[in-house]
T-cell receptor, first 113, second 114 residues
Framework: DQQVKQNSPSLSVQEGRISILNCDYTNSMFDYFLWYKKYPAEGPTFLISISSIKDKNEDGRFTVFLNKSAKHLSLHIVPSQPGDSAVYFCAASVSGSARQLTFGSGTQLTVLP | EAQVTQNPRYLITVTGKKLTVTCSQNMNHEYMSWYRQDPGLGLRQIYYSMNVEVTDKGDVPEGYKVSRKEKRNFPLILESPSPNQTSLYFC?????????????FGPGTRLTVL
């Protein structure tokens, strides 16, 4: 049973528009959430994170929103650029647990020029 | 340049033939971890290590072994590989745990077990 779910395997967006990637979780103990980006033939790279004490965290073109009551988070990319085309993984953890991140299955974002 | 290296990048082997995938980091990180990535399942943690000689199981440790004799190296050992271990493997490291500092991932090792 996957505790972190990314229900959209793929998403296509026009350059300059907003990309919204979604992630749902089932474990109410999760209190720290991260997004990773992965290009082909490379390892994932950290993008942005959010603690459950916040409902929004922003870093340049990237904003993560957390809705704890719905157990849902989303990553907004504005404006989207062709270089943003990659697989995006959502990950979650119980912050007291140093060992483990639970990852979603990923969403392939394609930004069309 | 700060990096995590894995070798080999690609490997095709046969069932039962022992193999080792090496992982090395040059950032003096204490925490290291192995993941496997499978379609539709994302990344799942195999083993992790909080420091030299300290290792523990992740979510999918069956069929794998690890060792941490030096801080920089964290090899993944498959004593008797089976086809269900065909996957894309990533090593990662961070200064503390995966939350106390950014995890840096290696480029991946694509393993095929025939």
């Amino acid at each position: 049973d996957q505790q972190v779910k990314q229900n959209s395997p793929s998403l296509s967006v026009q350059e300059g528009r907003i990309s919204i990637l979604n992630c749902d979780y089932t474990n109410s103990m999760f209190d720290y959430f991260l997004w990773y980006k992965k290009y082909p033939a490379e390892g994932p790279t950290f993008l942005i994170s959010i603690s459950s004490i916040k409902d929004k965290n922003e870093d340049g073109r990237f904003t993560v929103f957390l809705n704890k009551s719905a157990k849902h988070l989303s990553l907004h990319i504005v404006p989207s650029q062709p270089g943003d085309s990659a697989v995006y993984f959502c990950a979650a953890s119980v912050s007291g647990s140093a060992r483990q991140l639970t990852f979603g299955s990923g969403t392939q974002l394609t930004v069309l020029p | 340049e700060a990096q995590v290296t894995q070798n080999p990048r690609y490997l095709i082997t046969v069932t039962g033939k022992k193999l080792t995938v090496t992982c090395s980091q040059n950032m003096n990180h204490e925490y290291m971890s192995w993941y496997r990535q499978d379609p539709g399942l994302g990344l799942r943690q195999i083993y992790y290590s909080m420091n030299v000689e300290v290792t523990d199981k992740g979510d999918v440790p069956e069929g794998y072994k690890v060792s941490r004799k030096e801080k920089r190296n964290f090899p993944l050992i498959l004593e008797s590989p089976s086809p269900n271990q065909t996957s894309l493997y990533f090593c990662a490291s961070s200064l503390g745990g995966p939350l106390t500092d950014t995890q840096y991932f290696g480029p991946g090792t694509r393993l095929t077990v025939l």
